[in-house]
């Protein structure tokens, strides 16, 4: 930021209701340089490309706040050890295969979509697991150590209005989406319902192993429901087509009949 603007550490805290602005904006970074690698390129290649500008966008901290989860929660070791871990910088074998997996199925995901419905996914993947993680501030305490916290701001509850005003951005951008496209009403359902319930397992999940929420935490559920975004997205798509195709299929005897 600007030196003129200033810095009052309680901003921190409250500027997480736009979290899902920022990812907004991050999603549209990625969206148009898959626009641009597709243009330019080649689609897999495209989609390399637009998760590499994602993780420089972000310095990628999301992505190591998910591997950090994967070390601490990945084993069955006590709430007590599990913090400890995931302060550790280092990267150990269930991180490792959790980042692999999850960065491999976005990929995935994302070559799998056609570009006209990649472009919105991204920008509403990117802003509702931002949301997600607004929502797990507010659910869940603090678990690790305050004193000791990276974001110490981000350690204390989410206000109601400040969860209203972050879910408020998701939902004006799926609102612009579906007055853009009225044919983006299934994959954004989809995807909203599948965002809503990974927040609820992650809430469930980590109340029940650490009894609350941390920063790395907070970073793994915005992965994986970006993830279940992405997902929801392809599986409303691929429905769609599916079902275009059986209407067109049962139609032409009928059609031929007439």
Known sequence: MP?????ESDWLNQSARHFPLVGLCVGGVAAAVLW?????LAPAVAVGLSMAATLLVTGGFHEDGF??????????VSRERALEIMK????????????????GLKAATLAALPLVWALPALLFAHTASRGAAVWLIRLLPY???????????????VSAAGVAVATGWAVALAAALWVW?????????VSAVLVALGT???????????GGTTGDTLGAAQQITELLALLGWLAAARWGA??????GIVGAPIGQAG
């Not at 641009?36 to 330019?40: F, K, M, R, T, V």
């Not at 496209?181 to 359902?189: H, N």
């Not at 609820?200 to 650490?210: G, K, T």
């Open 36 to 40: 641009a690698g597709h243009a330019l």
């Open 242 to 247: 599916g079902s275009a195709a059986i209407v």
């Open 181 to 189: 496209q009225p044919r983006l009403a299934l994959p954004l359902a």
């Open 3 to 7: 030196r003129w603007v200033g810095f």
């Open 88 to 103: 550790d910088s280092r990267i150990g074998a269930y991180g490792a295969m959790g980042l692999v997996l999850m960065l």
């Open 67 to 76: 591997a950090d989860t994967c070390d601490g929660l990945g084993g069955q």
């Open 200 to 210: 609820a397992w992650c809430a469930r999940w980590l109340r029940r192993r650490l």
């Open 143 to 157: 678990a690790g150590d305050i004193a000791h916290a990276k974001a110490k701001p981000l350690a204390q509850r």
